[in-house]
């Protein structure tokens, strides 16, 4: 018998709730991995995206045009002797210098950055600064200006470099744009700071945190309660069939209408436990109508055989009584073997014995089963005719199943028939082949035309003939497992 579950065991309800819950874990964990770990490289390609949009019209060219960019920075020339040339030179010097401060403080303000020209490099090859503002001196001191060294090396002949740089601990998006000017080349140096970037990226991990955590809480809220509701109902069942194996099919199963799979097994549950009672309401009938069945013939069987054996014992025994009591026991004789027969084939059936399956002449088989029946229909000036509706009409089945099919509905005919009537044999070749009885009797009830097809069960109107209710229930067993069927077919009159 099955008991409760041991103590310490992980029940139904915590397996749902924590596979669930690791359920929910494991997609937050795999989204914050595929959201968060790229959040970051996406958002750098975009700032750097935006350098490249910024400067997509050529800035180097204002700077090329800028005049006397070479004297920004230098001393005057040697060939300068007077003091009006030397004037002269350092007011274009100046004009140079504020014309490369004004480009430069524009373009910075256009990137959301800096930008300053590099001169002719020194030792290094990185360049220096025309005009470093206060800003720049102290960010050119700790720029690397790696990219602008490789853009010298370059001399213009690859297109210009785009990259990301690190100075004082704090990322950049970097371009690097050679120019020439006169005769001397020209490095631009665009810094476009990456501040925002670690900003947004803890502003979403935040909120994708906060979203997990309440994610998270959902479930729990959601998931406990639908697991114990369906650890009840499932316990519900489970305390149902322990009592119908205890107590027997009787035992009422709970009702769950529930559209779903445990809605779905309680109502199997229940047409299971409706089977049962049926069938051992089926089983009851039977033991009582069979001990009655039994008891009959086999009393008139003792009492006759013990009549005849006292009646032999004499010395001059009655021989038309005796003969009388032989027939009334052969007829009891017959009953008991019909039962006999009817229990066998039950038995073959609910053991799925298999059958034959092989073409069939229905007429032939028809002639032979009406001849077995020639004494009975004789006796009682019944008719028993056969009709053909074509010469030969075949079926593919099992030969002995439906001649025991066609003895069963010929029985049954041969019952309900009054004296001098007529059964007829109809044989049909259509999209399947058909055979019909038909009889004069009585007829079947409306609420009876199916439950004289269950095991056990016998119409109201049998005109006092005995029987077991099991004939029909064998035919249309047998006539479904060769792939037909046995049906009560509405016809006008009897």
Known sequence: MGGRPRIGALGLRGRIVGAVLVTTVATLAIAAVALLGSLEGSLRNVELNTLQQALRRNPTAVFARIPNLADIGALPPVWLTTAAQIASWRRQQATATTALVSA????????????????TPYGNGRGIPLVPSATQDELVGSDPLNDAAQAFLTDGRTADTYSFGSIDSKEYARAALWFRSGEFPYVLAVRRP??????????????????????????????????????????RLRQAALRLAHEGPTVEVPVDRARDEVGDLARSFALMQRQLRRQEEARRAFVATASHELRTPLASLDAMLELLGEDLQTGEPDLDDARDLLARARAQSHRLGRLAVDLLDLSRLDAQVQLRSEPIELGELSRAVLAEFELGTAERAITAELDVSSPRVWALGDPGSVARILRILLDNALRVTPDGGEITVELHDRAQASLTVCDRGPG????????????????SATGGQ?????????????AHRMGGELVLEDRDGP
């Open 104 to 119: 430069q403080q524009q373009l910075a303000t256009r990137v959301g950055g800096d930008a300053y020209v590099l001169g």
């Open 194 to 235: 990456l501040d925002v970037i670690p900003a947004a990226v803890n502003a979403v991990r935040k909120a994708f945190l906060y979203a997990a955590l309440a994610g998270l809480g959902l479930t729990l809220l959601l998931a406990i309660p639908l697991a114990g509701t369906l650890v009840r109902r499932l316990r």
């Open 444 to 459: 079947v009830p409306a609420g009876e035309r199916e439950l004289i097809f269950e095991r056990f069960q016998r119409g």
């Open 466 to 478: 005995a029987g077991f209710g099991l004939g029909l229930a064998i035919g249309r067993e047998l």
